[in-house]
């Protein structure tokens, strides 16, 4: 017969463990709980639009084939994607449904307490930016419908549970990109151009931002993700107009290099005098150099040419039934001329969730919700 080189353990230290064992699933169950139930807010552009803009006369739209191509549904659903984008995936990671865009008639009743989505295709920071598509939800105007939420909800669970649910909210907001692309190199010697040099440029965007950030603050947000620019020079799109031997825009590189670190010290300063890490920064734009400079390591066959579109690189134009289509949007970094496919939002989210200090800055959303879990259970 075989020897036990230890005891039995006792009957006491048997009950103890099953105790300890109990109280870490039950811990872990909370958690999950508290995550499914959190509420989820997004602000920004069309990196992140669940499909505000087809409630819009405007011609940044997304609401015809072949986008949602990839969706579950089949069909195009205002995303600038052919399946999910990043708040869907987020959503996924909360274990909730992805929020609906609150121009949305079904947003109400208790979908309204699973947060909601104000983001809007064109916009930038700036009110002038995106001129050209007319009729967009504006930042200043985003914010205004996060008020107008905030009164629609505590009409329906009072004043005090709607401030609970919007401090222990996560929110997100993607704006900044369409500042230079749709304003200040929109057209050769802008309005903008020509009132700022492109570092005096970034100093104003940051400054603009910071107020956004503030007054997002000051309306109750408490966990904020905050997104850089992607490799701006590097989009088919701009490849196709401003690209040089193959290569990406020198100048719209150069934007998004002076752009992406100041916005991090900006939130940094922010969060020093508020005293708590509200804003988390994601430098999303080392996220997107990881697969454009190398997509064979992440699957893709090309970062270049867009999936959907048409000219070189199809990158000229948008996407249409026209327009040249992949068979396989998983092989592509691109969906259309300027934004990722769902395989590439995949992967950002997954830096975000995961991702070291050297993406996520001063900390990954699932540290956030390991965090914010403990604190309310």
Same mark, same amino acid.
């Given at each position: ?46 990196? !992140? &639009? ?6 819009? !006369?405007?011609?940044?739209?997304? &609401? ?13 659903? @205002? ?26 008639? +079904? ?14 295709? @064109? ?6 930016? @995106? ?16 008020? +107008?939420?905030?009164?629609? %909800? ?21 704006? @900044?990109?369409? &500042? ?39 309306? $109750?947000?408490?966990? %904020? ?43 940094? $300063? ?7 890490? !509200? ?6 734009? +080392? ?54 496919? +769902?395989?590439?939002?995949? #992967?950002?989210?997954?830096?975000? =969730? ?8 001063? =900390? ?6 390991? #965090? ?6």
């Amino acid at each position: 017969m075989m020897a036990f080189p230890f005891p039995f353990p006792s009957s006491s230290f048997i009950i103890m463990t099953c105790l300890v064992v109990i109280f870490l699933v039950a811990g872990s169950e909370a958690a999950k709980s508290n995550n499914k139930a959190r509420a989820f807010f997004v602000f920004g552009d069309s990196l !992140v &639009d669940s499909g505000n803009n087809n409630y819009l !006369v405007t011609t940044a739209r997304a &609401d015809s084939p072949p986008y949602g191509i990839d969706y579950p549904t089949g069909r195009p659903t @205002g995303r600038f994607s052919n399946g999910l984008n990043i708040p869907d995936l987020i959503s996924q990671q909360l274990g909730a449904e992805s929020v609906l865009p609150y121009l949305s008639p +079904e947003l109400r009743g208790e979908k309204l307490l699973n947060g909601a989505n104000f983001a809007s295709a @064109g916009i930038g920071i700036l009110n002038d930016t @995106g001129a050209q598509f007319l009729n967009i939800i504006r930042m200043y105007r985003q914010l205004d419908y996060f008020g +107008e939420y905030q009164r629609r %909800v505590s009409a329906q669970i009072g004043a005090a549970r709607t401030k609970t649910l919007v401090n222990q909210a996560l929110v997100l907001i993607t704006v @900044g990109g369409n &500042d230079f692309v749709n304003n200040y190199y929109l057209v050769p010697y802008s309005a903008r151009s020509r009132q700022y040099s492109l570092p005096d440029y970034v100093k104003f965007l940051i400054i603009e931002y910071r107020k956004l950030l503030q007054r997002l603050y000051d309306l $109750g947000a408490r966990r %904020v993700l905050v997104t850089g620019t992607g490799p701006l020079g590097c989009v088919p799109a701009e490849l196709a107009m401003r690209g040089t031997n193959g290569g990406c825009s020198a100048e719209l590189q150069r934007a998004a290099s002076l752009y992406n670190p100041q916005l991090v010290h900006m939130i940094q $300063g922010l969060n020093k005098k508020i005293g708590k890490d !509200v804003f988390i920064a994601a430098n999303t734009g +080392e996220m997107h150099n990881n697969f454009v400079n190398n997509p064979k390591a992440f699957g893709f066959t090309t970062s270049q040419i867009a999936c959907c579109g048409q000219g070189p690189y199809n990158g000229i134009g948008l996407c249409t039934s026209i327009s040249n289509l992949c068979p396989n949007r998983n092989l592509y970094a691109f969906w259309d001329p300027f934004h990722p496919s +769902e395989k590439a939002n995949k #992967l950002i989210v997954q830096q975000i =969730m995961s991702g070291s200090t050297k993406y996520m800055n001063p =900390m990954n959303l699932s540290t956030v919700l390991a #965090l914010d879990s403990t604190s309310t259970t």
